[in-house]
């Protein structure tokens, strides 16, 4: 059996692959091995092997498409312009499709209805606050155990769901920003910040109620269907702005795909916050903050730089906030977190991200930025406390209030 | 027991893959022809090698190593149901000397990945061929691969002191050495480029080649890809040898500049990118002479790459060019030819002419300083015949620049590809000579059979391919 959803990699987009192999050492799994399989050349010969019936979805197919990070770092560096996402994301849903397991039916409960459901995740934080109240977190088993440890510490915030936030003078224009599924309640400070900056600019700010999660993570993972509804319900959700913006590279990714999972896509353009930030410095709406704040690692999530091809933003934001930028990994390999990969292939991901904290710690920085929530996770987990983590919008927001703050303490005495 | 089992009796059950997705990812490189391999195994040290030579041999199977399957000629392609010997973990870099400027590395380390590492001590490997940013020093040692600064420096047998190398029967000796004229016959000369058909190089000893103080790169935009070939030949005529001088024509430059937004010309039919290093007064002085020779030779437009991003940049869109294509059409056919340089214009027109005759889009990118041409015809192998189109139009090409004084193969090597047209190079004697080497080190045709030697290379050939088994009948 070939494939059978229409959602299967085509040949248009197999056959923009020539094999020079030239994405060979970006690939992280096939650094790590070595092995055609690991690599996007051989992941893209196989999918051509099953469409012309030389190969089968049997578990070597299963085995070689899991274990892929869709880093999307292949696709970034191909002169041929091969949609790797896109076909990896048709492999995985001929995947969901033919190899049906107990495993996939539990992910697809997990991405597809319990990410998106505000209650279910809203118990899911009590319950991790709890255990991060009593300290319990070496009692959770390992593969759950690291992205634990790599959490803020959670509760006592109220939500940004449904309500706005209005700039000083008459707003510029309405930005809808993504509460995301678990970025509002674990990473309640990126949005403040990300709010404050925004509307600082000049912008109204607007969580709207009806929307839920973008869906990246079950696309990721071959849930079609849903990943559709989820699509329609944000797209409906973001109807009346002019920017929907995310501060979480991984979603914003997948929010800009969404014209290919629902007709049209979303009728505002979509903005990751790191280049909306970045732009409005430029253009001059936001002020390059007075004062030099020491050196800032910069980690460039996959979904930012591969993905969406973003890489001067977040470095123009740390200097426009006093920070001195340093570089990490010239390669900027995947740190090993993508979204559930760290919790299906835990070692492959332990490996990673041990590479990546140790390419961190080794640039001296006292501080790493990161624009994804899944990233910051996996690099606090191996930081392992020491030292920060932050996005670089909330080090932005932070050095622009702390020089607020001094300009009126300033004006106060004269 | 059987070669799969003996094989995960050397390796363990984790580097020797036998499923039919993992042959059928190993049955090809980044050429056009596809193979499929019995099994691949992925040795970890010069001791697994020799055992897996050891036991290919006890299985009467050959071999066929390959580094990261960037090859154009199809030299790690399998012909028969071969064992192939990924060397791709043997990649370590061990003892860089940066006083003598040599270093011993493995044969699976990445070519940039080299230049890299030694950066610090202000050096680097200078064979850079286009795919460096992904193929390996075994594959460069293999092939004998050259690159766009080879004009100056030469290929890869000028940056190769001595290779450690496995024999048939699972042999392991050093070839050459660090000093300048190392006694004895040259079998380190012999290895390199022998494409894996001699024994499989397990450690190289490459030479460093000091970072120029200063580098500055031109990029020429002219009316006509001869006007560009014309300069070619002027710049060299006037004295200087760039490091490197590239010339790309329209078709490619916009296939790159689609992808890449380098700021290419993309209205100019051909574009010549020439890079000059060295002291600073040299470089300036050089620099002046190629704009003095390419505008008096037509260019409509010279500049200078402002900084070293630009000068990057530059680079990256003459390397990936060859990707770039994948974007026009499903398939490509990229040949590899030599002409005398003074040649080169005619070369050119006739190249044209012939991708022209068999009705085939032809581009080229290629390294005009040495005369190396990379004619590029696209295809789309689904269509019935157009691929028996693409070769009968590459071995008229082949013919034409054999004809003109030039050679088979620049820098990709033979492989399976040009090894049917040894015989425009070579006559039956010399041809025999080559056989005989192979034999004198692989008289059991173990190693990278059906590659470089055509059938019947040797004086009274048996055409035998692997080892007969003991006791049979023949």
Known sequence: MAYVTSEAPTRRELSACVQCGLCLPHCPTFRLTGRESAGPRGRLMAMSAVLDGVLTVDEAFDDAMSYCLQCRACEAVCPGLVPFGRAMEGARAELDAQRPSTRRSVRKLILGSVLP?????????FGASVVQRLRLGRLLPGPIRSPFNGMRSLGGRQSWVGREALPAQDPIGTIGLLAGCVMDSWFGPVHDATIGVLTAAGYRVTVPEQQTCCGALAAHDGHTAVTRELAETNRNAFADVDLVVSDAAGCTAHLKDYDHWVDGGFQAEVRDATELVAELIDTGRLPIVPGERGTVAVQDPCHLRHAQRITTAP???????GYTPLEIDPDALCCGAAGIYSVLHPDTSQELGARKASQVLGSGAPVVASANPGCEMQLRSHLDGKIAVAHPVELYWRALSESRLDTSSRSGAL | MSLVSDLIAVLGRDRVLDDRLDSWTYGKDAGVFRGEADVVVLPESTEEVAEIVRVAERHSTSIVPRGAGTGLAGGAVPVDRNVIVSMIRMNEITD????????????????????????????????????????????????????????????????????????????????????PDPIGLDLRGILVGSEGTLGIVTKVLVKLTPNAPDVRTLLCAFDSVEDAARAV????AAGVVPAALELMDQRMTEAVENWLKAGLPTDAAAILLAEVSGGTAAVKAEAAVIREVATSSGASSVSLAADEAERQILWKARKSAFGAVAQTAPDYYLHDTTVPRTRLVEAMTEAYAIGDKYDLVMMNVFHAGDGNLHPLMTFDASQPGSFERVRAAADEIVEMCVSKGGVLSG????????????????????????????????????????????????????????PVPDGAWI
Do not use: Y
């Not at chain 2, 860089?96 to 950066?119: C, F, K, M, Q, Y």
């Not at chain 2, 030949?233 to 060299?236: E, L, R």
């Open chain 2, 96 to 179: 860089v000397d940066p006083e003598n400027r040599t270093a011993w590395v493995g044969p699976g380390v990445v070519n940039l990945d080299l230049s890299r590492h030694t950066e610090v001590h202000g050096l680097h490997f200078a064979p850079d061929p286009s795919s460096q940013s992904a193929c390996t020093i075994g594959g460069n040692v293999g092939n004998n691969s050259g690159g766009p600064h080879c004009l100056a420096e030469g290929t890869t047998v000028n940056h190769v002191l001595a290779v450690e190398v496995v024999l048939a029967g699972g042999e392991v000796v050093t070839v050459g050495g660090g000093a």
């Open chain 1, 117 to 125: 459901n505000r209650r279910l995740i809203g118990l899911a934080t």
């Open chain 2, 411 to 466: 820098e990709h090597g033979i492989g399976k590809e040009k090894r049917d047209l040894m015989g425009l190079m070579f006559d039956a004697p010399a041809l025999d000579a080559q056989a005989r080497i192979k034999e004198a080190f692989d008289p059991g045709g173990l190693f990278n059979p059906h590659k470089i030697l055509p059938q019947g290379s040797r004086c009274f050939d048996f055409g035998r391919t692997v």
């Open chain 2, 233 to 236: 030949s002027g710049i060299i």
């Open chain 1, 315 to 321: 470095r123009s934001i740390l200097s426009a906030a």
